[in-house]
């Protein structure tokens, strides 16, 4: 049933997002991909997860065909650490069976769209850079640009974890990271100068490989320029936040142009990355704000673009205790028999009368508050996993 009422808000999209409230609970993995073969059956042909998109290259390999092993698609094609979950193991083997004997345009894709960035700092652009350069250098009679290792310098002065509260620290405002970023802008240029020449040396798959890593150089620079920027804590975080969310949704947007003449794309994240509505935290004292990924998505989609909320009610592998009464959690565990897709119409019925918007926070899973309800399409509430 769960599946049925999923292919049903699905149809006419073109981006279904079916979020969880937590990274936690291994229940929401699990209806992903109890629905996603079912959606697969109704003309879906890729699936989105929260993971970096450059890594998820090796998990779209493998389960296409090629790779080495399961366990080495797990270990680099996730970020971070989520090839280590069960779920993602189960969906990656069931991936890479079903696409075996099927011809390439009816293949299940895999992608990422998460950037390469943590909470806790952003990598070097080297090894960015290094491939797009790498793959210029290898059918055009293009140098190295000059100096650029010495540009980038230690890439451990990039992944300094103090930047990210320090603006002083970061090095994304010094003359050598201005320059890497037209350097970045300049081989880019080059790819599309040279399109016609590129593709035909090499392939489609492998332009668009190097032009991905192009763009992750890019806008990693943009992000270190975004953590030097003086500014007070809270609004230099909410922007940090909002650069990551902006990237995830040009992300999406660029997978569902090339994936729009296969078929419609499941794409499976924190609801707060994939809500309609402006994200917001209190993290360490400080109210942030920032364009979810979502909210740009379904501002640009418009109706082509449906989000699922995931909610839940208790969780052992949490130690989250049963919702309180008065909160909307406890209204859907009353209303749902086992795991249960609320649509807008039992939504509006199941929380007739139910106005908290008090909860918090807690052990990692971020409640439902009345915002989230208001723009979602429907609910998936879980009542105890």
Excluded at 195 to 206: D, T
Excluded at 314 to 338: M, R
Aim: negative net charge; contains cysteine.
């Amino acid at each position: 049933m769960t599946a049925q009422v999923m292919a049903g808000l699905a149809a006419g999209r073109e981006l279904l997002a079916l979020g969880e409230p937590t990274h936690g609970e291994p229940a929401f993995s699990a209806v992903r991909n109890e629905v996603f073969p079912d959606l697969v059956a109704a003309g879906f042909r890729s699936i989105v997860l929260e993971s970096d998109r450059v890594a998820g290259l090796a998990v779209d390999d493998y389960v296409r065909g090629g790779g080495s092993t399961l366990d080495a698609a797990l270990a680099a094609g996730f970020s971070p650490g989520f090839g280590a979950l069960h779920g993602n193991r189960e969906l990656v083997e069931w991936l890479r069976a079903h696409n075996a004997g099927r011809p390439p345009g009816e293949q299940v894709s895999f992608h990422g769209f998460d950037a390469p960035l943590e909470m806790t700092g952003a990598p070097s652009p080297r090894r960015y850079l290094a491939q797009v350069v790498g793959y210029l250098g290898a059918h055009l009679d293009l140098h190295k640009p000059a100096d650029l290792d010495g540009l980038i310098g230690a890439d451990d002065r990039w992944s300094d974890q103090a930047a990210i509260m320090d603006h002083t620290r970061s090095v994304g405002g010094t003359p050598e990271a201005l320059r890497l970023r037209a350097i970045a802008d300049d081989l880019r240029t080059e790819l599309y100068a040279n399109a016609p020449r590129l593709v035909a040396a090499s392939s489609l798959a492998e332009w668009r490989r190097a032009d991905l890593h192009a763009d992750v150089a890019a806008r990693l620079l943009g992000y270190h320029a975004e953590a030097a920027a003086p500014a007070l804590q809270a609004v230099r975080t909410s922007r940090l936040l909002g650069v990551r969310d902006a990237w995830m949704a040009h992300n999406l947007l660029d997978i569902r142009a090339q994936e729009q003449r296969r078929g419609p794309t499941l794409v499976f994240a924190h609801n707060r990355h994939l809500q309609r509505q402006p994200s917001t935290w209190q993290l360490a004292g400080m109210d942030l704000e920032w364009s979810s990924a979502g909210s740009i998505a379904s501002a640009l989609l418009g109706d082509r673009y449906a989000v699922i909320i995931g909610s839940l009610g208790a969780s052992a592998a949490l130690g989250l205790q049963p919702a309180l009464n008065g909160t909307f959690e406890a209204a859907l565990t009353e209303a749902a028999t086992g795991t249960t897709v609320f649509d807008r119409a039992r939504l509006t019925a199941a929380l007739a009368g139910h106005t908290r918007t008090d909860a918090t926070p807690e052990q990692g899973y971020f409640p439902l508050d009345e915002p989230t309800i208001a723009q979602c399409d429907a609910v998936l509430h879980i009542p105890a996993a």
